[in-house]
């Protein structure tokens, strides 16, 4: 079994097989849970949010993350299902968690001129990362039916997470 540190480095490098062991150790939750925090705490450094929109952003991503997988499951695995597919919400949930990996780079967004970049390339790195995790998951054989309920889940958790920060910003 790998080590934390090692599961997020494959998890960046879109390694199939650490998706796969995430999927399947039910006690890895935590430490999906804590690279959700490890992205919203860097992310939260990389806008120069202060400490209170550091702290929003930390409940939101949790909150996102939780509903993100609650969302793929539902559609993934009761709407549009292939034959093999089999999973549970925490089966996502871990994936989905190590997915983030990527946003962890995101604390780099303090650089002038290459803050934006490293958030773009960060965002799509994450929503490859977000692909390859469902696909795991779900035990899909289609790349398409992966990437279709990576975006539907993706547009409702964009959704969630902006609702909540904005019912944090001043009127």
Do not use: H
Request: proline fraction near 4%; include cysteine.
């Amino acid at each position: 079994m790998a080590t934390f540190g090692q599961r997020m480095l494959g998890a960046a490098r879109l390694d199939k097989a650490v998706y796969e062991e995430v999927e399947n150790d039910r006690t890895a939750t935590g430490q999906a849970l804590g690279v959700v925090v490890l992205t919203s705490v860097a992310t939260g450094i990389g806008l120069s949010a202060g400490l209170s929109g550091i702290i929003i952003g930390l409940v939101a991503g949790v909150i996102a993350w939780a509903v993100w997988a609650a969302l793929i499951y539902w559609i993934g695995a009761k709407m549009l299902p292939e034959p093999g597919t089999r999973a549970e919400w925490g089966e996502l949930a871990r994936t989905l968690g190590f997915a983030t990996t990527p946003g962890v780079l995101r604390i780099l967004g303090v650089i002038p001129v290459l803050g934006e970049l490293i958030f773009i390339v960060t965002g799509i790195w994450m929503l490859v990362a977000t692909v390859v995790a469902v696909r795991q998951a779900l035990d899909y054989r289609s790349l398409p039916r992966a990437v279709g309920v990576c975006f539907v889940g993706w547009v409702a958790q964009v959704a969630v997470f902006y609702f909540l920060t904005s019912m944090a910003r001043p009127l």
